[in-house]
């Protein structure tokens, strides 16, 4: 099927007649005043990243000169330290009292080394006392304030290493404006990155806010136009005296332009209608600004090329699918229940007509509680208090209430997708209309919600632009469904003022190989195939963030995503899977590039017996088995054998099939042998070894990290390791907080918080370890790792031995001089240590031990063991360490779970260059005995097995 267009939308700036201000209103524009011992009439201010926040925008501002001569003085931001977050450049100045049209612009380059990745900038005003709060110091900054206006000259993403003009336009200047006529504000550059990363800069000249200079500017020039549809151009310029703007247009190969008169509209800008007559072949098109006794200026001429409107529904569904489901629900008793629930769900939303709030939500991960962590209870009727769970608290303010807000958004979304579903599943319109409702209600509003606080990206109706994918991409499914019971007017509406402008305004924003990149090149996508606009499907798969180029370089080679956290593999592969979706029901097969189908099955490599996904790095802990709908894809997608196995295993062993996925691709599993689970196995991209040993319920499984650090969504864990047993998770990685709760970065991301070492209190630094052995016998599963970038001036190697219901673990630190190291490991379950402990008072280093709480601990130079009694069943774990002088055994808690009980938590000290921590995991069931343990220093003995060390550290462990 011809994919089918755009609504053509040629947008030029052009101003009214003879308002101009005079001169410049910003002293300094090129910084030549500003010197070594001071800016002058600038100022500099600086905010936090709201995701990193532990760490500082230690940005210094200096003058620097050009090469070029011509060019001059220019203001450099560069670090002093590793750095992220936001540093403003700023001037008071008191706008007009009658607003004349005015000029906003500035010279900029960007850069940083990780491609992908450079600051983006931006320019604000700001009210004089938002300004004054802003912090002048980088290591106090505190959260973003609001501006009264910003406009993003260049997202962040790619490098920008030579002098470009960055201008904001004018319409959207003189609207910004209008309301601060006469004020004192102040006018600032913003300059704002990622992740802390070395060599990284920004350069800024020439910053300007004046009269503007006659000109004609593109905005948004189209590239596809539907065959024999009226199409509307709008253009705005400025101009001096008596001027006017023509739209010439000629059909593609002639030499002859035709005109039209673009007229003034109430909003400033001019407009032209081609008719349709005109709009059946390729076109050319430019807008000309005609002034007296002067040249013309006129745009780069556009060409225009002609498409067809696509059927709907077109994305996310066909209506070969439709059917088939329409069929299943009558044949099937899941399917009828999935129905069923769906319907429930439509039913209780097709008479109600409240409104959603005209305000954009807020960030998800602000919504715990600051003492504990908890998540925030949402409360339907509550929307300025937020009850913790936990501690009973009810928490007020606004970042609280946009969280809200933002719950109440996405739940006007979710009634409008089952509105629509249930629409096309029962055929009655009533369901059709209310989601319609709901779509254009929307519609009606989108360009008017204000911008939204970020921190990925800055959203209209969330705070996101991340959340605002997701939230559109659930909007689009349902005007795609919907779409046969809209008008032609409404469906015009809806295509311009809600999925073109929301996909536009997202794709403003960019972020490198990344998850939320994959979102937004879903949205671009789906919205291109939606209205039919192959340059907005183009886009999305094509360049260096594209489709293609994610897929590439994201998806490592065992099929897990780059950044090493389950819950960013799940959520990157829905993004990936909603736009391989709408492709597919264009006839694209995009679900066949590159290592994508990998994806679908890796978690069954990596997961623990159970079935229980370990909770790596940024994600919330796991408990729940791996969930069925990527299986049933990719048994639909690709008839993967392992995933239909794995399936009726599921199936077999208490998992109720249903929900919407298995609704439209669900059939009968064909019968494909029993599933079986992996062996041990070493995952290179994930950078984990995986031992397993035992079959069914016996089964023992240990993972030790090695790998890369995973970017931004990375904890500074490296060797750590994690432990299943007695048919669950025994020694967990507590994955992390919501990202505004101070645990996140205080706790959860660092290295205390993992089953690994610390050296001098402190968190490891990002880096990646190297795995030097891996071996698998009958009667075993060995692994060594080692890390050398961890910590300066020291190698640690880590070396386990997995055989039957034990585990062998040998880690080794080599330092060039004593300090502080701390062995942890946290075990779920009730903890004792067959030790006479007493409580230890001591003074927190920093922030992260200061969460280690009731500490009890003994000094011991000789072989100890502690026990968790796992459940109440009488399974139990116990751990015997070797002892060594000067060991300081201390039982404590710390935070697991956010919002439930502290988990048991072991701290090994020794305050020496070199050691070794040798210890033995036993895992018995009830009524089970321990084994006899004994070390020797070449050999450890665990009842009649005998585990060898080896000549060095590096040498793999054996079972003799």
Partial sequence: MPLSPPFALLLLLVGLRGAYGTGALLEDPGFDAVGDH????????????????TSRPRWKVVPRVDKDPARGKYLSVEESAPAAGTVFIGQRVRLPNELPLLELAVDFQTYCATPGRSGGVAIAIFSVE??????????????????LFRHII??????????????VPLGELQRGLAPLAGREVVVALDWNTWHPIANEWARFDSFYLGEPRPSVEAAAWPRWAYTGEPLRLTAVATGRGECRVDLEYRPAGEAEWQSAPMRLEKDGRFAATLPGEAVRRPLQVRAVLKQPDTREIATPTAEIRMTQRPEHPCLFYNTAELNRMREKIREVDWARATFDSLKARADAWVDRTDEPPAEPGGWSHNYSCPEDGARLEFRQDQPHKHLCPTCSEEWEGEKYDAVWRANIHGQFGGAARDLALTYQLTGESRYGRAAARLLLWYADRYADFPLGSGPAGKGRVMS????????????????DLAYPVLTDAERRHLEQDLIRAGAEHTSHYTFGIHNIQCWHNACLACAGYFLGDPDMVRRAREGKLGFDAQVDQGILEDGMWYERSMGYHDYTLSALVAHCEAARHAGEKLHEVGRIRRMFTFPLRLAQPNLVLPSLNDQGYTRGRIGPEPLERAVAWYGDAEATRALRMLYDTGAKRGGLVALQYGEALPDVGEYQPPGSTDLPGAGLVVLRQGKGGDTTCAMLEYGEHGGGHGHPDKLQLLLCG??????????TAGYGSPLHGKWFKTTAAHNTVTVGMTSQKPTSGKLLAFVVDDRYAAATAESTGAYDGYRMVRRLLLSGNFLVDVLDVQGEKPDTLDWFLRAVGRGEVGLPLVPVTEKAPNATYAYLAELRGAETPDQWTASWEVDDGGRRLLVTMDGAAGTQVVHCLAPGVPGEPKWSTLRVRRRVATTQFAAVYQMLPRGGLPASISFDGKAIRVGDSLVVLGETPEAPLSLK
């Fill in 726 to 735: 007695l048919g669950q998770t025994l020694c967990p990685d507590p994955g």
């Fill in 38 to 53: 001071g800016l002058g009439k600038w100022q500099v201010r600086y905010a936090l990243k709201a995701s990193e926040p």
């Fill in 130 to 147: 938002t300004w004054d709060a802003l912090s002048t110091d980088p290591e106090k900054a505190a959260a973003p304030e609001e501006a």
């Fill in 154 to 167: 260049h997202p962040n993403g790619e490098k920008v290493t030579e002098w470009h003009r960055g201008r």
């Fill in 464 to 479: 996101q632009s991340l959340s605002e994918c997701t939230w559109l991409l659930g909007m689009f499914n349902a005007a």
